[in-house]
Nanobody, 115 residues
Framework: QVQLVESGGGWVQVGGSLSLACSAS????????MSWYRQAPGKQRELVAF???????DYPTSVKGRFSVSRDDARNTVSLQMNNLKSEDTAVYYC?????????WGQGTQVTVSS
């Protein structure tokens, strides 16, 4: 019933930028923490960024200073701005919405960073 749809993936050269968007079919405020995860081939899915309804944001060291997450609660969207991309950023990127009672995943969007 709840749906998340990612968009904005594609191909980019090392050092370039991409912006991903996640559109939710539900109102994400005030109950949902919104996150971006990524999964490279042969690797575990890993957290890239999260932003709570209260505005708390965090990133892992691997992307801190390069990625920026934001949410537009009026439009039920979440964005991930990715700058200075590296080859190791290549992965399928997934949007996630989590409340105290449910967790929803998007279908993923491919990001390929060329060497």
């Amino acid at each position: 019933q709840v749906q998340l749809v990612e968009s904005g993936g594609g191909w980019v050269q090392v050092g370039g930028s991409l912006s991903l968007a996640c559109s939710a079919s539900i109102s994400i405020y005030p109950y949902y923490t919104m996150s971006w995860y990524r999964q490279a081939p042969g690797k575990q899915r890993e957290l890239v960024a999260f932003v709570t309804a209260g505005g708390t944001i965090d990133y892992p060291t691997s992307v801190k200073g390069r990625f920026s997450v934001s949410r537009d609660d009026a439009r039920n969207t979440v964005s991930l701005q990715m700058n200075n991309l590296k080859s190791e950023d290549t992965a399928v990127y997934y949007c996630n919405a989590k409340s105290s009672t449910d967790t929803v995943w998007g279908q993923g969007t491919q990001v390929t960073v060329s060497s």
